[in-house]
């Protein structure tokens, strides 16, 4: 069931204002996913809540949009993972690394690849992370703190991608060079 897409002026509640907030960020783009969430203005602000305190982390952009490209395809959202491949290059993520996410290979990258590993080990594990998994995340030059704040990212993730492909977010115009169908994947 497509949701409605909607503009400031014609949101509830204060979706409105925080639809104007988002438009203002990102210099007059209003990606349709906020638009769609702006029908319950709780989840979008529940989004763009996490999507801040995401932005608090010890993580670098890049890393964060890793983590968040990596659930995106793991979770089979096909918007955010065109999100976030735009916004992994915005982020000086590395081309390459951010391929191998989306075709499911390795990446060259070692440090990025025990971040997507662990962040792959995590979704699948529904958080119960093997001692070897913890202990390459941690050799890797990752922190204790950071394996705790990976679960922020998961939890933004996890909010979009479902509501993502509940509402059938119709893919940006500027996001279509970005379009991934799902079976770029090993």
């Not at 639809?19 to 529940?46: C, F, H, I, T, W």
């Not at 995401?54 to 952009?61: E, G, Y």
């Given at each position: 069931m497509q949701y409605e897409l909607f503009e400031p002026a014609s949101a509830p509640g204060n979706a409105g204002?925080?639809?104007?907030?988002?438009?203002?960020?990102?210099?007059?783009?209003?990606?349709?996913?906020?638009?769609?969430?702006?029908?319950?203005?709780?989840?979008?602000?529940?989004?763009l809540t996490l999507t801040e305190i995401?932005?608090?982390?010890?993580?670098?952009?890049a890393e964060q949009q890793l983590v968040l490209l990596t659930a995106s395809t793991r979770n089979g959202c096909r918007y955010c993972v065109a999100a976030h491949s735009s916004g992994g290059r915005m982020a000086k993520l590395?081309?390459?690394?951010i391929e191998a996410v989306r075709a499911g290979s390795p990446a060259n990258d070692t440090r990025l690849q025990a971040l997507r590993s662990f962040t792959e080990h995590m979704l699948e594990r529904r958080g119960k992370a093997d001692k070897a998994e913890i202990e390459a995340f941690?050799?890797?030059?990752?922190?204790?703190?950071?394996?705790?704040?990976?679960?922020?990212?998961?939890?933004?993730?996890?909010l979009s991608n479902y509501f993502s492909r509940l509402a059938e977010t119709p893919l940006d115009d500027f996001l279509s060079r970005m379009a991934w169908d799902g079976n770029d994947r090993v």
């Open positions: 204002a925080q639809l104007s907030g988002v438009q203002e960020k990102m210099g007059g783009l209003l990606p349709n996913l906020y638009r769609q969430m702006a029908g319950a203005p709780v989840v979008l602000e529940a989004y995401l932005s608090r982390t010890s993580f670098t952009p590395d081309k390459e690394a941690l050799d890797a030059g990752f922190t204790q703190q950071q394996a705790a704040e990976l679960l922020v990212g998961l939890a933004m993730k996890t």
